[in-house]
């Protein structure tokens, strides 16, 4: 049972690159979210997905870029990487609206220099 | 925007103690979920509140959604050191969206 997956796990860039996180899914869950975590910030979301197709913006949009062609796949890109986008990045998933539990993966630490 | 304030920041306890954390919301919430955030790892789900006034417990962790719908708190009993970590409280932004946002976490230590 592999569940959520994200990968890179590591990431080194440099400023003005363009980058993307993977996640991947194997429940077929609705929901699709990403997260950036920063010391003194906590969570914040920052694209959220209902179904293939369906996307939109969190918290914190500005600067990424979100696709869902398939169910489990939702890839985060940043077109051009910035130093404020060094983060901890994190893809969930859920299976219900506004009540079901978020399922995290492991992470995805990107550094940009 | 709306913002979930955790309190308190971060807190050094003995193992054996009891604590208590806290989550207020500037505007309603019709779902609580508290989380554990271990180092290195993604969160994981502690406790789930669904009604006002609902006392749920989860082995020795009891949270309570705030009658006013605005704040909810999560009570640790006898900690032990495996208790550390970052406790996260969370909910959807508005009732029957599935935009949910997250406090900024309350970061536990536990001292043997």
């Known amino acids: 049972d592999a569940g959520i997956t994200q990968s890179p796990r590591y990431k080194i860039t440099e400023t003005g690159r363009q980058v993307t996180l993977m996640c991947h899914q194997t429940w077929s869950h609705s929901y699709m979210f990403w997260y950036r975590q920063d010391l003194g910030h906590g969570l914040r979301l920052i694209y959220y997905?209902?179904?293939?197709?369906?996307?939109d913006k969190g918290e914190v949009p500005d600067g990424y870029v979100v696709s869902r062609s398939k169910t489990e796949n939702f890839p985060l890109t940043l077109e051009s990487a910035t130093r404020s986008q060094t983060s901890v990045y994190f893809c969930?998933?859920?299976?219900?609206?506004?009540?079901?539990?978020?399922?995290f993966g492991e992470g995805s630490r990107l550094t940009v220099l | 925007g709306q913002q979930l304030n955790q309190s308190p920041q971060s807190m050094f306890i003995q193992e054996g103690e009891d604590v208590s954390m806290n989550c207020t919301s500037s505007?309603?919430?019709?779902?609580w979920l508290w989380y554990k955030q271990d180092p290195g790892e993604g969160p994981v789900l502690l406790i789930a509140l669904y009604k006002a006034g609902e006392l749920t417990s989860n082995g020795r962790l009891t949270a309570q959604f705030g009658i006013t719908r605005k704040d909810s708190f999560l009570n640790i009993s006898a900690s032990i050191p495996s208790d550390v970590g970052i406790y996260f409280c969370a909910g959807p932004i508005r009732s029957g969206t599935y935009k949910y946002i997250f406090g900024t976490g309350t970061r536990l230590k536990v001292l043997a």
């Open positions: 969930a998933s859920s299976t219900l609206a506004g009540k079901g539990e978020l399922f």
């Open positions: 997905s209902a179904a293939a197709d369906i996307t």
């Open positions: 505007s309603i919430f019709n779902t």
